[in-house]
């Protein structure tokens, strides 16, 4: 029988290309695991798969199993494993941390189940959030210099040619078919007839 007070241990191991071996991954994993006194649960793997793929199956599979909290600790290698960027990173870890889901790297300090590893993940957050903050600013300083300097912000106003709208139309076409055959939205062919009166 299991001993109840024994964490449970799931782990998540990816490689981009199929010909790459797992074998290291693995090894690794199972060893912070048994060094740490817990049970391994389940392994999650993506294998072939790039991590800038939002659709993983395994990592589908994984956030699936937290929610039904069918383990308590996600152990990788590395975190650039799991997560595609800093941001994804930050709202994972959110995600299975409020289902009480710790976290461990082998080869990084992220360990959650310390007081220093949760305190480089809040770091870690907070330069994200500082991160996409520089970024909102850049981008408002720089529409703001465009606009300064008369450059039209948006997309060009998109040109339709009302006699032909008209023929088609008269010929009992209606305004979705006659957008598709001019190779514009159905929301500009109505502006334009709107517009035209």
Do not use: C
Request: charged share 30%; net charge positive.
């Amino acid at each position: 029988m299991d001993d109840p007070t024994t964490k449970r241990a799931a782990r998540y191991v990816r490689v981009s290309r199929t010909e790459q071996k797992l074998s290291l991954q693995l090894d690794e994993t199972a060893e912070l695991i048994r060094r740490r006194g817990w049970s391994l649960v389940d392994t999650f793997t993506d294998q072939g798969v790039s991590g800038a793929k939002r659709q993983r199956p395994e990592l589908n599979r994984l956030l699936d199993q937290a929610r039904r909290r069918t383990f308590d600790i996600l152990v990788v290698w590395r975190s650039d494993r799991l997560f595609r960027s800093l941001k994804h990173m930050v709202v994972t870890l959110d995600e299975i941390g409020a289902l009480g889901v710790d976290f461990v790297s082998v080869s990084e300090p992220f360990d959650t189940t310390t007081p220093q590893g949760r305190l480089l993940l809040h770091l870690v957050a907070a330069m994200a959030e500082f991160e996409r903050e520089l970024i909102r600013e850049r981008t408002r300083a720089g529409l703001a210099a465009a606009r300064r300097r008369g450059v039209s912000l948006g997309r060009p106003p998109v040109e339709i040619d009302m006699d032909e709208v008209m023929l088609m139309r008269s010929k009992g076409m209606s305004i979705r078919q006659v957008a598709k055959a001019l190779g514009v939205s159905a929301s500009s062919v109505h502006r334009a007839l709107k517009k035209r009166g």
